[in-house]
């Protein structure tokens, strides 16, 4: 990006906002900063509640390096928004079985959509926000495409893997070219008051607090048998809704042994959710790791979203079937518009409906859909 422009940054208290907003400052834009409120149904709950909410401190701070910077900030509320296009999508997947990824919708719906036409609206050329991703013109294709961070312990390509090409043309990662340490130090060099501050985790309106907690205020508990793989009823979960494939921890059933040694483990093997009947109300539990029922060669995906507009041509690529997880090599079969499977090369461990498969061609991410069944 060669000429001057207005761009609006979404600064969000924490330091790789912080630093993309400097970094565009010192290259001679105009830069405005934007602090969004996405979620304040702690703002009208119990103390006990509110202390899971950190909007406030992040405010603060975010208005403390816009002070530094040299920068004005506004506060918008985009909660009602939130509400209506993530949160209630984030009940019906739960309520359903499923288990959603709301960062991924909040990126489409809010930060991408709300937000772009928030700034375009205070005459902004371009927004940009603090995401280890990069955006790059490809001049033979005339598409954007969407890339991989630089520092491969950070990259969040997985969550943007919905926008379009509108929203990418609009949009800027300035930390997307740095390592994660580049970053802090920089902080620390400009003088930010959140330089050393520690990186948000979780699900952005939940904060740090026990989710089944969180989960049972809007959905109601229904217990129900927890069985084996032999078909032996060995407790009772609390309800479908509050578990995951795979997970371990939570499960109410640690210290018991198995009738038999079931496959994958022995008798004191540790325990793992491998699937959810919501006909009848059963949590299906295995013991090991690599219990057979936890592995899946492939999946299939709807509600596909693809970075280019069109799906990709049939061919070999690589996949994530959640964050963090290692690029698996696949092949692509597009069913429709909206629709894929996937092939894996090597069996995929916990495959989870209402995750997001995400694709890529080396470092560029292609887009994605929504996990089905694996």
């Known amino acids: 990006m060669s000429k001057l422009q207005r761009v609006v940054v979404g600064l969000s208290g924490g330091v790789d906002s912080a630093v993309t907003a400097w970094l565009l400052k010192q290259q001679g834009h105009e830069v405005i900063g934007i602090f969004m409120k996405n979620w304040e149904e702690d703002d009208r709950s119990s103390d006990e509640d509110s202390r899971y909410c950190s909007s406030n401190i992040d405010f603060v701070d975010a208005a403390a390096v816009a002070d530094v910077i040299g920068i004005e900030i506004e506060h918008v509320n985009f909660a009602a928004e939130y509400k209506d296009r993530v949160f209630a999508e984030f009940l019906r997947e739960y309520s359903a079985g499923r288990t959603p990824n709301p960062d991924i919708l909040c990126n489409a719906e809010i930060k991408f959509k709300a937000f772009l036409d928030h700034a375009m609206r205070l005459g902004a050329e371009k927004i940009a926000t603090g995401h280890y991703a990069r955006v790059r013109f490809n001049a033979a294709t005339e598409k954007h495409e969407l890339l991989k961070g630089l520092d491969p312990t950070k990259d969040q390509s997985y969550f943007l893997h919905r926008l379009n090409q509108k929203q990418l043309a609009n949009t800027l990662f300035p930390v997307g070219e740095l390592l994660k340490t580049e970053v802090r130090r920089l902080a620390l060099e400009i003088g930010l008051p959140n330089a050393q501050k520690k990186d948000s985790t979780g699900i952005c309106f939940i904060g740090e607090r026990p989710f089944r907690e969180f989960l049972n205020r809007f959905i109601a508990k229904a217990p129900g048998p927890i069985k084996n793989d032999r078909g032996h009823t060995i407790g009772e979960h609390v309800g479908l809704s509050f578990y995951t494939l795979g997970q371990r921890q939570g499960l109410g059933i640690g210290g018991l042994k198995a009738k038999g040694a079931p496959r994958g483990g022995g008798e004191h093997a540790p325990w793992f959710v491998a699937r959810k009947d919501m006909a009848h109300n059963t949590l299906w539990v295995v013991q090991g790791h690599d219990h057979p029922w936890l592995l899946s060669n492939e999946l299939t995906a709807q509600d596909a979203s693809w970075v280019a507009g069109a799906p990709p041509g049939t061919q070999a690529l690589a996949a994530k079937t ?26 995929q461990w916990a495959v989870t409906p209402g995750q997001s498969a995400v694709l890529y061609n080396g470092e560029v991410c292609l887009g994605g859909g929504i996990i089905t069944a694996p």
Do not use: G, M
């Open 322 to 347: 959640r964050y963090r997880q290692l690029d698996a090599p696949c092949h692509l079969a597009v069913q429709a518009a909206d629709a894929f499977k996937l092939a894996f090369s090597e069996q």
